[in-house]
Protein backbone atom coordinates (compact mmCIF):
# COMPACT_ATOMS: atom_id res chain seq x y z
CA UNK A 1 0.00 0.00 0.00
CA UNK A 2 1.33 3.71 -0.64
CA UNK A 3 1.04 5.98 1.87
CA UNK A 4 0.69 9.75 1.07
CA UNK A 5 2.13 12.57 3.58
CA UNK A 6 0.79 15.81 2.92
CA UNK A 7 2.31 18.57 4.08
CA UNK A 8 1.80 21.25 5.92
CA UNK A 9 -1.41 20.29 8.04
CA UNK A 10 -2.49 23.74 8.35
CA UNK A 11 -1.46 26.85 5.95
CA UNK A 12 -2.49 30.49 7.55
CA UNK A 13 -2.93 32.46 4.52
CA UNK A 14 -4.87 35.79 3.11
CA UNK A 15 -6.37 36.54 -0.08
CA UNK A 16 -4.55 36.82 -2.97
CA UNK A 17 -1.65 34.66 -1.28
CA UNK A 18 -0.04 32.04 -3.06
CA UNK A 19 -0.72 28.90 -2.09
CA UNK A 20 1.81 25.66 -1.98
CA UNK A 21 0.81 21.95 -0.56
CA UNK A 22 3.18 19.12 -0.39
CA UNK A 23 2.12 15.32 -1.19
CA UNK A 24 4.91 12.95 -0.28
CA UNK A 25 4.24 8.73 -1.66
CA UNK A 26 6.22 6.23 0.38
CA UNK A 27 7.07 4.91 -2.87
CA UNK A 28 7.24 6.19 -6.47
CA UNK A 29 3.39 6.49 -7.99
CA UNK A 30 3.44 4.53 -11.08
CA UNK A 31 2.76 7.00 -14.23
CA UNK A 32 2.00 9.88 -12.20
CA UNK A 33 -1.13 8.68 -10.99
CA UNK A 34 -1.85 11.59 -8.71
CA UNK A 35 -5.06 13.63 -7.97
CA UNK A 36 -5.87 16.27 -6.09
CA UNK A 37 -9.28 17.35 -4.14
CA UNK A 38 -10.74 20.30 -2.37
CA UNK A 39 -13.19 19.70 0.39
CA UNK A 40 -15.14 22.30 2.02
CA UNK A 41 -17.68 21.76 5.51
CA UNK A 42 -20.40 19.91 4.65
CA UNK A 43 -19.88 19.28 0.95
CA UNK A 44 -18.58 16.19 -1.32
CA UNK A 45 -14.99 16.43 -2.14
CA UNK A 46 -14.40 17.79 -6.04
CA UNK A 47 -11.61 16.58 -8.09
CA UNK A 48 -9.18 19.47 -8.80
CA UNK A 49 -6.07 17.74 -10.60
CA UNK A 50 -5.50 14.57 -12.58
CA UNK A 51 -2.71 12.47 -13.64
CA UNK A 52 -0.46 15.08 -11.33
CA UNK A 53 -0.84 18.30 -13.65
CA UNK A 54 -4.18 17.66 -15.33
CA UNK A 55 -6.76 20.18 -14.35
CA UNK A 56 -10.46 18.55 -14.03
CA UNK A 57 -13.10 20.04 -16.28
CA UNK A 58 -14.36 24.05 -15.26
CA UNK A 59 -11.16 24.24 -12.29
CA UNK A 60 -9.82 27.38 -12.55
CA UNK A 61 -5.69 27.88 -13.95
CA UNK A 62 -4.64 29.00 -10.63
CA UNK A 63 -4.86 25.84 -9.23
CA UNK A 64 -2.20 23.75 -10.82
CA UNK A 65 -0.13 20.35 -10.23
CA UNK A 66 3.54 18.97 -10.37
CA UNK A 67 6.03 16.40 -9.53
CA UNK A 68 6.43 13.11 -10.13
CA UNK A 69 7.46 9.89 -8.57
CA UNK A 70 7.49 10.70 -4.74
CA UNK A 71 6.94 14.18 -4.93
CA UNK A 72 4.19 16.20 -5.87
CA UNK A 73 2.44 19.43 -4.96
CA UNK A 74 -0.79 21.81 -5.77
CA UNK A 75 -0.57 25.34 -6.02
CA UNK A 76 -2.79 27.73 -6.22
CA UNK A 77 -0.99 31.35 -7.51
CA UNK A 78 -3.63 33.88 -5.78
CA UNK A 79 -6.02 32.40 -3.02
CA UNK A 80 -9.49 33.66 -3.88
CA UNK A 81 -11.73 33.58 -1.04
CA UNK A 82 -13.80 30.34 -1.90
CA UNK A 83 -10.31 28.78 -1.92
CA UNK A 84 -10.07 28.19 1.84
CA UNK A 85 -11.40 24.74 2.13
CA UNK A 86 -9.11 21.06 3.50
CA UNK A 87 -7.27 19.34 0.04
CA UNK A 88 -6.63 15.86 0.01
CA UNK A 89 -3.96 14.24 -2.34
CA UNK A 90 -5.14 10.28 -3.91
CA UNK A 91 -2.65 7.83 -5.99
CA UNK A 92 -4.38 5.65 -8.34
CA UNK A 93 -3.47 3.23 -11.01
CA UNK A 94 -3.89 -0.09 -8.80
CA UNK A 95 -7.42 -0.92 -7.17
CA UNK A 96 -5.88 -0.32 -3.77
CA UNK A 97 -6.68 3.80 -3.99
CA UNK A 98 -4.96 6.22 -0.94
CA UNK A 99 -5.38 9.51 0.14
CA UNK A 100 -3.62 11.76 1.92
CA UNK A 101 -4.33 13.10 5.65
CA UNK A 102 -5.35 15.97 3.90
CA UNK A 103 -3.79 19.82 4.24
CA UNK A 104 -6.54 22.83 5.51
CA UNK A 105 -5.75 25.86 3.91
CA UNK A 106 -7.38 29.21 6.19
CA UNK A 107 -7.39 32.12 6.14
CA UNK A 108 -5.38 34.45 8.62
CA UNK B 1 -25.41 16.14 -15.72
CA UNK B 2 -24.11 13.68 -13.17
CA UNK B 3 -25.53 12.71 -10.76
CA UNK B 4 -25.08 10.57 -8.02
CA UNK B 5 -27.73 9.81 -4.85
CA UNK B 6 -26.76 7.98 -1.98
CA UNK B 7 -29.19 6.61 0.46
CA UNK B 8 -29.74 4.46 3.51
CA UNK B 9 -27.31 5.68 5.90
CA UNK B 10 -29.19 5.85 9.63
CA UNK B 11 -28.28 5.13 13.30
CA UNK B 12 -27.54 1.54 13.59
CA UNK B 13 -26.31 -0.73 16.72
CA UNK B 14 -22.88 -2.53 17.12
CA UNK B 15 -23.18 -5.86 15.45
CA UNK B 16 -26.08 -4.67 13.27
CA UNK B 17 -26.33 -4.82 9.16
CA UNK B 18 -27.27 -1.44 6.81
CA UNK B 19 -27.67 -1.78 3.08
CA UNK B 20 -26.56 1.58 1.05
CA UNK B 21 -27.68 2.54 -2.41
CA UNK B 22 -26.60 5.13 -4.71
CA UNK B 23 -28.86 5.63 -7.38
CA UNK B 24 -26.81 7.52 -10.82
CA UNK B 25 -28.34 9.41 -13.68
CA UNK B 26 -27.06 11.69 -16.39
CA UNK B 27 -24.57 9.01 -17.92
CA UNK B 28 -24.75 5.33 -18.75
CA UNK B 29 -23.67 3.27 -15.97
CA UNK B 30 -20.96 1.36 -16.99
CA UNK B 31 -18.45 2.92 -15.52
CA UNK B 32 -16.64 1.45 -12.36
CA UNK B 33 -17.61 2.88 -9.10
CA UNK B 34 -16.52 2.87 -5.25
CA UNK B 35 -17.77 3.83 -2.01
CA UNK B 36 -15.25 6.48 -0.12
CA UNK B 37 -16.15 7.28 3.85
CA UNK B 38 -15.25 9.93 5.50
CA UNK B 39 -15.43 9.73 9.66
CA UNK B 40 -16.22 12.89 11.69
CA UNK B 41 -13.54 15.36 11.61
CA UNK B 42 -11.26 12.67 9.65
CA UNK B 43 -9.79 12.59 6.30
CA UNK B 44 -11.32 10.41 3.29
CA UNK B 45 -11.07 6.38 2.65
CA UNK B 46 -11.24 4.35 -0.40
CA UNK B 47 -13.82 1.26 1.20
CA UNK B 48 -14.35 -0.26 -1.81
CA UNK B 49 -14.83 -0.78 -5.82
CA UNK B 50 -17.02 -2.48 -8.81
CA UNK B 51 -15.63 -2.84 -12.04
CA UNK B 52 -18.36 -2.11 -14.43
CA UNK B 53 -19.95 -5.11 -15.26
CA UNK B 54 -20.06 -5.93 -11.74
CA UNK B 55 -18.02 -9.01 -11.94
CA UNK B 56 -14.67 -7.78 -10.16
CA UNK B 57 -14.93 -6.27 -6.83
CA UNK B 58 -12.46 -4.79 -4.38
CA UNK B 59 -12.18 -3.98 -0.79
CA UNK B 60 -9.91 -2.70 2.16
CA UNK B 61 -8.62 -4.66 4.27
CA UNK B 62 -10.50 -2.43 7.35
CA UNK B 63 -13.77 -4.04 5.64
CA UNK B 64 -13.15 -6.96 4.09
CA UNK B 65 -15.41 -9.81 4.86
CA UNK B 66 -18.26 -7.39 6.48
CA UNK B 67 -18.69 -5.47 3.69
CA UNK B 68 -20.30 -6.31 0.17
CA UNK B 69 -20.56 -4.36 -2.78
CA UNK B 70 -22.74 -5.00 -5.84
CA UNK B 71 -24.52 -3.30 -8.52
CA UNK B 72 -27.32 -3.78 -10.74
CA UNK B 73 -26.90 -2.23 -13.97
CA UNK B 74 -30.46 -1.97 -14.96
CA UNK B 75 -31.54 -0.01 -11.98
CA UNK B 76 -28.50 2.43 -12.22
CA UNK B 77 -27.66 1.69 -8.84
CA UNK B 78 -24.88 0.89 -6.34
CA UNK B 79 -25.40 -0.79 -2.97
CA UNK B 80 -22.76 -1.47 -0.23
CA UNK B 81 -24.15 -3.84 1.89
CA UNK B 82 -22.66 -3.60 5.36
CA UNK B 83 -22.19 -6.17 8.51
CA UNK B 84 -21.30 -6.89 11.79
CA UNK B 85 -20.94 -2.84 11.87
CA UNK B 86 -18.90 -1.15 14.52
CA UNK B 87 -18.38 1.90 16.09
CA UNK B 88 -15.29 2.65 13.68
CA UNK B 89 -17.51 2.07 10.89
CA UNK B 90 -19.17 5.63 11.71
CA UNK B 91 -18.62 7.70 8.77
CA UNK B 92 -20.09 9.48 5.76
CA UNK B 93 -20.25 7.35 2.97
CA UNK B 94 -19.71 9.03 -0.38
CA UNK B 95 -20.34 6.44 -3.78
CA UNK B 96 -17.66 8.19 -6.02
CA UNK B 97 -17.29 7.34 -10.07
CA UNK B 98 -14.25 6.04 -11.61
CA UNK B 99 -13.52 7.66 -15.22
CA UNK B 100 -13.14 4.13 -16.75
CA UNK B 101 -14.64 0.43 -16.41
CA UNK B 102 -11.84 -0.69 -14.24
CA UNK B 103 -11.77 0.87 -10.97
CA UNK B 104 -7.95 2.06 -10.43
CA UNK B 105 -8.79 5.48 -11.71
CA UNK B 106 -9.74 8.95 -9.76
CA UNK B 107 -12.97 9.82 -8.96
CA UNK B 108 -14.40 12.69 -11.05
CA UNK B 109 -18.12 12.52 -9.59
CA UNK B 110 -19.28 12.48 -6.08
CA UNK B 111 -22.47 11.80 -4.15
CA UNK B 112 -23.84 14.18 -1.41
CA UNK B 113 -23.00 11.42 1.06
CA UNK B 114 -25.03 9.32 3.72
CA UNK B 115 -24.50 9.17 7.05
CA UNK B 116 -23.77 5.93 9.14
CA UNK B 117 -24.09 5.95 12.97
CA UNK B 118 -23.22 2.90 14.81
CA UNK B 119 -24.10 3.20 18.36
CA UNK B 120 -25.87 1.62 21.46
Known amino acids: EIVLTQSPGTLSLSPGERATLSCRASQSVSINYLAWYQQKPGQAPRLLIY???NRATGIPDRFSGSGSGTDFSLTISRLEPEDFAVYYCQQYGTSLRTFGQGTKVEIK | EVQLLESGGGLVQPGGSLRLSCAASGFSFTYAMTWVRQAPGKGLEWVAA????????YYADSVKGRFTISRDNSKNTLYLQMNSLSAEDTAVYYCARDPGVVPVHYFDYWGQGTLVTVSS
Open chain 1, 51 to 53: GAS
Open chain 2, 50 to 57: IGGSGGST
